[in-house]
């Protein structure tokens, strides 16, 4: 009888026991699939064939490798190592199926990566931090705007928080796992590889030893000293760095064999400002405040986003009081803070100063002013904190036998599983307009053959030569991509030195061009009279005006200009296209 009672009792220990035991593969595959769900639910109609064209994005059918791919021409190496990728990539299959696989590549790995690090949570805690870490207004409005290559850093960032957590980065084998970790970060390049290294150095310097309590590793080891000697933090923090300085030397390299400029008046256009009613700060914790008011996701910003300010606000409490007083992924809660002041500093008048002063003293601080992209480590902060507030949300607060009476106490905890469920969903809820190919604005276009026949003119021809851009503005909006405005895309479609504007105009600023050769010929483009001499003493063999927007050098309609190219022949054309031949 006695052995009979001792079984009852502890029974349900035995339960509970089960129920911590390591996750099944379903359990352990289901944030992965939901992730990949949630790119099919963001792309939508944007996976039929045909290039996604947003703003940055810009993908073609097979871009040449040219100096300019490895970043040894025109303006700061901004797409190197990702245009290289993509044009690697693009040799083995379509380039628009490479494109699609990668933005969906974003949603899975964020979502996973996320999840991974709840390794101790319950299968639906772990699935609703994936789901606010991969469906936010900071993916929206970089997916909108166009910047792959940041969001595919910004989807390895746990991943690469979770190597240098191990405790084990100072050694080979744990440099090797960080190295594998920033793999997506390498990819994405200059900034992708800066918002991560915000978050891998001091997780590195912070991290408890392996074999320390509240450890992965105490769970095989025995357990070890806590707290780490001076000594061993520097060499975590000199190893983690020696990893992200390898990482990066596909744009270190020619950042510094080369003279970058970068335009002082892009520190004004690029600060966060306000996309909803709660001012910049506001907004920023909300982890929106994109600089671009035309990439803030539809039904975004308005009385509905309250709703996503009270999530954000849960979710930072959530990672305050269940992760940060817990000793949980070091490093992260600074990084965060750090983030958050960054992306605060263009916002005032003596920051935008501190900001110049920094870019003269070397270009390449330049990757601060666009400061909303530091939001990503409060990103992860605030999608790991919602996981931990529906874990004890839906956590049993009874014991096994009362929530069996079917009592009150069980319709409590019935009552936390729903709000479970609720902040599981939240994110997908509250920001509808990610979904569908981003409520319309992702939408397959094709490259029109007359362009295509005109790249393949151009590279073609046997006389040597540089090509000029017109209209003398950085984006288009060809009636082929919809009307919806893209980086000029010649650059990547010629193998030929290419001279554009590449200065973007955001509202009233005008920023001067990157390349030096275009901030040279900029003021003849830009003044009146006839351009043919001009061009041909700069090298220029060939002129392409693409109409799509208004722009100097094509007498303010975006049409030819002919009468500024006297002598110069037409050699293709095409809807909206024309295509001149210096003499030389």
Not at 221 to 228: D, K, L, Q, Y
Not at 574 to 581: A, D, W
Request: with cysteine.
């Amino acid at each position: 009888m006695g052995t009979v009672i001792r079984r009852a009792v502890t029974a349900p220990a035995a339960v509970r026991r089960a129920g911590t035991a390591g996750p099944g593969l379903a359990a352990r595959a289901a944030p992965a699939l939901a992730g990949l769900a949630l790119g099919l639910l963001a792309l939508g109609p944007g996976l039929r064939r045909g290039f996604l064209l947003s703003y940055d994005m810009v993908a073609v059918p097979r871009q040449p490798f040219t100096p300019a791919l490895a970043g040894l021409a025109g303006g700061p190496p901004r797409a190197v190592p990702s245009d290289a990728v993509l044009a690697v990539a693009s040799r083995v299959l379509p380039a628009d199926l490479v494109q699609k696989l990668l933005l969906l590549s974003i949603f899975t790995l964020a979502c996973s990566g996320a999840a991974a690090l709840l390794a101790r949570e319950p299968w639906f805690a772990r699935l609703a931090a994936g789901v606010f870490y991969a469906w936010n207004p900071f993916v929206a409005e970089r997916l909108i705007i166009g910047q792959w290559a940041l969001l595919l850093g910004y989807a390895g960032l746990p991943w690469a928080l979770r190597a240098a957590a191990t405790g084990t980065v100072a050694s080979w084998r744990g440099a090797g796992r960080l190295g594998v970790a920033l793999l997506p970060a390498i990819v994405g390049g200059f900034a992708a590889m800066t918002v991560t290294a915000l978050v891998v150095l001091p997780a590195a310097v912070l991290a408890r030893p392996p074999g320390a309590p509240g450890t992965a590793a105490a769970r095989t080891t025995s357990p070890g000293i806590a707290v780490r000697r001076p000594g061993e933090r520097v060499r975590a923090g000199l190893a983690a760095f020696g990893v992200l300085t390898v990482g990066s030397l596909p744009w270190l390299i020619p950042s510094l064999a080369r003279a970058v400029y970068a335009d002082p008046a892009g520190i004004t256009a690029f600060a966060a400002r306000a996309d909803t009613a709660f001012g910049t700060l506001g907004s920023l914790v909300m982890l929106g405040g994109m600089w671009n008011a035309q990439a803030v996701p539809a039904g975004y910003g308005g009385w509905w986003s309250v709703l996503w300010l009270a999530l954000a606000l849960a979710a930072a409490a959530g990672y305050v009081v269940f992760g940060l007083r817990r000793h949980r992924w070091p490093g992260l809660g600074a990084a965060a803070v750090v983030g958050v002041v960054i992306a605060s500093v263009g916002v005032t008048a003596p920051g935008r100063d501190l900001l110049r002063s920094l870019s003269g003293f070397w270009p390449g601080f330049a990757v601060l002013r666009d400061g909303q992209q530091f939001i990503a480590p409060l990103a992860l902060a605030e999608a790991l904190g919602a996981g931990l507030l529906v874990s004890w949300a839906a956590r049993p607060r009874t014991s096994p036998a009362a929530r069996e009476d079917g009592g009150p106490w069980a319709r409590a905890d019935r009552a936390g599983l729903a709000i479970a469920v609720a902040l599981l969903l939240a994110p997908v809820l509250l920001l509808p307009g990610l979904a569908w190919g981003a409520a319309g604005r992702l939408s397959p276009a094709w490259y029109p053959s007359s362009w295509l026949n005109a790249a393949r003119l151009i590279d073609g021809s046997r006389p040597a030569g540089k090509v000029l851009l017109l209209p003398w503005t950085a984006y288009r909006r060809p009636a082929w991509n919809g009307g919806r405005a893209i980086l000029d895309p010649w650059p990547r479609l010629l193998s030929r030195p290419v001279i554009w504007n590449d200065g973007p105009q955001v509202g009233a600023v005008q920023m001067l061009p990157d390349d030096p050769d275009a901030r040279r010929l900029g003021p003849v483009v830009t003044a009146p009279g006839p351009l043919t001499a001009a061009l041909a003493a700069a090298g220029v063999r060939f002129v392409i005006v693409d109409s799509g927007a208004p722009g100097p050098g094509t007498g303010g309609t975006g049409g030819p200009g002919a009468a500024r190219l006297p002598g110069c022949t037409v050699v293709a054309s095409g809807p909206g296209l024309v295509v001149y031949r210096v003499p030389a």
